[in-house]
């Protein structure tokens, strides 16, 4: 794939855009601060009491999952009101979704059915999960919300490109804010899928303009200011405008990877896949939150995520950085 990337967001003819919320329905996982130390290992969202309820039914594990983390990430932003109505301009929010795998057992589920039973034994009910924007949908159905919407399901790169996405559709006036989601679940099918034991995750994050967050006395979590995705990491990086090593305060990605060995050298490392299983579609926007974290921890450096390699069909790498209207020095998420 040929190299892309985004504009450079500190120029005055780019609209600035911050995080200003963060959701997670992660197991083990409490609060997204927890992402930069040891996992406590308990706590946090427990799936077998967490995916119940009278509003989850008739949803797939994944689209539940990501209500949830959803739920959490409008909250923090300050965009629900006591009885969880969206209060932020509905007509104008987008909503983008990273999953590479989480309707797949609904899909698998239908094939079986019309194997055994023919098109006559699908459910109505359950028909709508074979779609792959199906998480999308139910995010925008919860919430009202009428802006673009769309699913990116293109491998381990998709957290990262959505949050680009979503941040293009932004600056570009297409939307006025996004809500996004990495989501993955964890079931027999994509367990097989992936060869390993696939890891129950869900993570949301709001994007809005700076500006925007600022009128309404919204707490900028992070900035995010470069993205690039090309054929290796060296390239994304180049293309990015991830020039100055000495800035980075945090990297979250692997070790693989042209160009790995420079930012080592000088830069704290945490890869979060190594810490708490396969994430894929979820990875991405999971870094993101982990960038707020420590952007809001006070801790000196921007932070660099990165997804990809020489296993994989392309690299993609973001670049986030604190927000001119972040929070006074010493507050913590």
Not at 26 to 35: F, K, M, N
Request: hydrophobic content about 45%; some cysteine.
């Amino acid at each position: 794939m040929s190299t892309t990337s985004t504009a450079d967001t500190r120029s005055p003819n780019v609209r600035e855009v911050v995080v200003t919320g963060v959701g997670l329905a992660l197991p083990g996982v409490a609060t997204y601060g927890d992402l930069l130390g040891p996992l406590p290992g308990v706590g946090g969202f427990d799936p077998a009491t967490g995916l119940s309820g009278r509003e989850l039914r008739h949803k797939d594990r994944a689209s539940r999952l990501a209500l949830r983390a959803v739920e959490s990430a409008l909250l923090d932003a300050g965009l629900t009101d006591a009885d969880a109505t969206f209060t932020g301009a509905a007509d104008a929010t987008a909503v983008v979704v990273s999953t590479n795998l989480g309707n797949a057992d609904s899909v698998c589920e239908a094939v079986d059915t019309i194997a055994r039973a023919g098109v006559r034994g699908l459910s109505p009910l359950g028909l709508p999960q074979t779609s792959s924007n199906v998480i999308a949908g139910w995010v925008a159905i919860r919430y009202g919300l009428r802006g673009p919407n769309l699913t990116v399901c293109n491998g381990v790169t998709s957290g990262l490109d959505a949050l680009a996405w979503a941040r293009n559709l932004i600056v570009a006036g297409r939307a006025e804010a996004a809500v996004v989601v990495g989501v993955e679940p964890a079931n027999d099918v994509a367990t097989k899928l992936l060869g390993e034991q696939s890891t129950d995750a869900a993570v949301a994050v709001v994007l809005e303009p700076a500006d925007a967050a600022a009128s309404r006395g919204a707490r900028p979590r992070a900035t995010i200011a470069g993205y690039a995705r090309a054929r290796d990491l060296a390239a994304a990086l180049a293309a990015a405008g991830v020039t100055q090593w000495e800035s980075l305060g945090l990297w979250l990605g692997d070790e693989t990877g042209a160009g790995a060995g420079r930012l080592l050298a000088a830069t704290r490392r945490i890869d979060l896949e190594a810490r708490l299983g396969p994430l894929s579609g979820a990875l991405g926007v999971l870094q993101c939150a982990a960038a707020a974290a420590h952007l809001e921890s006070g801790a000196a450096g921007n932070v660099l995520a990165t997804a990809g390699g020489p296993r994989y069909d392309a690299a993609a790498t973001v670049l986030l950085t604190t927000s001119p209207f972040t929070q006074e020095p010493g507050e913590h998420p």
